[in-house]
Nanobody
């Protein structure tokens, strides 16, 4: 198993930036594909971005392409989400998720086995 802890959320103004971190503990971090999801009030949890176990391939939701960047440091057991040009519609709880490494892109919440507790991102206009 793996345990995930997110950090880095907060209140920012429109156009600002944040870097979220997700620290993993437990089994070998490089065994996992990682993803970030978000959930706004009254809405379903939605896929934001994913990164494969090696870090060599990433995939983004269309709504965040060009503004969000995912990366991972397997030596530090951490995955990062850089968020730039924040918009009010980015306001949500952001969740880090992990699954055993696979062979294609995973964008559905049900495909992930482990979740962090979430970190709140609020964008003020």
């Amino acid at each position: 198993q793996v345990q995930l802890v997110e950090s880095g959320g907060g209140l920012v103004q429109v156009g600002g930036s944040l870097r979220l971190s997700c620290a993993a503990s437990g089994r070998t971090f490089s065994s996992y594909d990682m993803g970030w999801f978000r959930q706004a009030p009254g809405k379903e949890r939605e896929f934001v971005v994913g990164i494969m176990w090696s870090g060599g391939k990433t995939y983004y939701a269309d709504s965040v392409k060009g503004r969000f960047t995912i990366s991972r440091d397997n030596a530090k057991n951490t995955v990062y989400l850089q968020i730039d040009s924040l918009k009010p519609e980015d306001t949500a709880v952001y969740y880090c998720a992990a699954r055993e490494r696979g062979s294609y892109f995973y964008t559905r919440a049900m495909e992930y086995d482990y979740w962090g507790q979430g970190t709140q991102v609020t964008v003020s206009s």
